[in-house]
């Protein structure tokens, strides 16, 4: 830029007025064509008292928003740690950066409080009325009087932005771009029934706002928090592009910039942010969140990669088998039904040689109740000094028990009275103390679905193999000490 003008000092005030002005036009041309610099140019009207930091990833998620702007990326999905800029640019900036080129845009905005939501509505509106955008861009268009809320605002082209909470009111309001913020609350991750509600929010509400199913752009912009979040739902579908940014690298990354065609390669253990949070700032968090937030939050991995609750270096692995065992059981967890998403049956054999457990034999498959009776069978036929046979009382078990109780002898309901995360702590010491033997992954693939299972519980999609587990490993811990102790009678 010097090189293109005399020296300033040679210059007179009118020329040097002239020149602010240049400059001035030029610093407005480059934010209407790059949101990475409307970002830096209008941070300071969001937070002034912090001085904005750039980092690589910010022109990252900038370019893919560019990239839906341009109508390349119609389905967006973007996985960041809390506050690297998550919300202030997908949120917040781009929207209101939007509107400079295409101000007859409509937004709906979606987070899974409606405080948050109106609070990036706020921010969205104070932006576009600060004196920065205004003196640049604000003969575009203006807000109208009669629709100008801290939740919803229309602009004189038409163009409107409306923030809603997830299970909100939408009906009836449709948008050319929806942005889906943080759909989940960190603290209700891990029920079900929650968790299930904003998917079910964003199916069947959300997205039959678009006024154009076909040109229409949906973004999601969220934390890891659970295997089957809203991230998890949708990544299934296969058509979504995804950009999964984590606090440390796991392994070597190549990121490919979707408009420059930059291209930024992180080696395993780069740290993503180093001004904002270095390694001790890391290490902090770490202890702060626990093992299982950090690497869902941080990470953006439901757990973490050596395991939640079970390690991974905690089970052993056998070739070959002992050459008699001390006792032989089965044990069976049920499902309510055959669908597609329904949890699955599995039926476990393992053995006992005085300490050491080993799985002997596995049945696994989303079944109704005649083809639960035939595997049940079949297992039994297979096993026949599988003497006690465990089967917990709920779903389909109930009626297996009720039905093959009188021809199948050994068959024993199983009622748990503590939770499932309970059930596991209490077998975790056998686990942890290389007592449980599983086969060989390398002579048995069908092993490494277990340990995958038990390695994501309590986030996991799936527990019904480390229901099937801990409801042996229990029984055989629960007989020996009532064993034992009638040993100690006897002998006293």
């Known amino acids: 830029m010097k090189s293109s003008y005399r020296n300033e000092l040679s210059l007179s005030r009118t020329e040097k007025i002239e020149l602010l002005k240049l400059l001035e036009n030029e610093s407005y041309e480059l934010a209407e064509k790059s949101l990475s610099r409307f970002v830096m140019d209008a941070w300071d009207v969001l937070e002034p008292k912090n001085a904005y930091l750039h980092n690589w990833h910010i022109g ?169 979040d809203l991230t998890g739902h949708l990544l299934e579908q296969g058509d979504w592009t995804h950009l999964c940014v984590p606090a440390l690298a796991e392994s070597r990354t190549i990121y490919n910039f979707p408009v420059s065609g930059k291209v930024k390669i992180c080696n395993e253990g780069e740290i993503l942010f180093p001004k904002r949070e270095d390694t001790a700032e890391i290490d902090r968090q770490k202890r702060a969140l626990g093992s299982i937030a950090f690497a869902a939050q941080y990470q953006q991995q439901p757990t973490p990669s050596e395991g939640a609750i079970i390690q991974k270096s905690w089970f052993r692995y056998y070739s070959e088998l002992p050459i008699k065992f001390d006792e032989i059981i089965q044990s069976w967890d049920m499902s309510f039904k055959d669908s597609e998403n329904s949890d699955y049956v599995v039926g476990q054999v393992w053995g006992r040689v005085g300490a050491n457990k080993y799985l002997l034999d596995q049945t696994r498959k989303r079944m109704a109740f005649p083809d639960t009776v035939r595997a049940f069978k079949a297992i039994t036929e297979k096993w026949p ?108």
């Open 60 to 228: 990252l998620i900038t370019e893919h928003l560019e990239a839906v702007s341009n109508g390349d990326e119609k389905r967006l999905i973007i996985n960041i740690p809390p506050r690297y800029m998550k919300s202030l640019c997908v949120s917040v900036m781009w929207p209101v950066w939007s509107w400079i080129a295409r101000p007859e845009n409509r937004w709906i905005f979606a987070s899974y409080s409606q405080s948050l939501a109106t609070k990036h509505s706020v921010d969205r509106r104070h932006l576009i009325q600060s004196p920065y955008f205004q003196n640049r861009w604000g003969k575009l268009f203006s807000l109208t009087d009669d629709q100008n809320l801290k939740t919803e605002f229309l602009n004189t082209r038409r163009g409107h932005m409306i923030a809603t909470s997830v299970g909100g009111t939408a009906t009836g309001k449709g948008g050319d771009i929806i942005v889906v913020d943080d759909p989940h609350n960190p603290l209700e991750a891990s029920s079900d029934v929650l968790r299930q509600k904003a998917i079910d929010f964003f199916d069947q509400t959300l997205t039959t706002r678009l006024d154009n199913k076909k040109n229409g752009a949906i973004v999601v912009v969220m934390q890891r928090l659970h295997e089957n």
């Open 385 to 492: 000094r599988a003497f006690r046979k465990l089967v917990e009382d709920k779903a389909n078990g109930s009626a297996i028990i009720s039905t093959l109780k009188d021809s199948i002898p050994g068959i024993i309901a199983i009622n748990p009275t503590e939770s499932k995360l309970a059930r596991l702590s209490a077998v975790c010491p056998q686990i942890e103390a290389g007592n449980v033997f599983l086969p060989d992954p390398n002579l048995n693939p069908l092993v490494s679905d277990l340990i995958d299972e038990a390695l994501r519980f309590p986030r996991g999609k799936h527990d019904d193999q480390v229901d099937a587990m801990t409801m042996a490993l229990n029984d055989f811990q629960s007989r020996h000490k009532a064993i034992t102790f009638l040993d100690k009678i006897t002998k006293f």
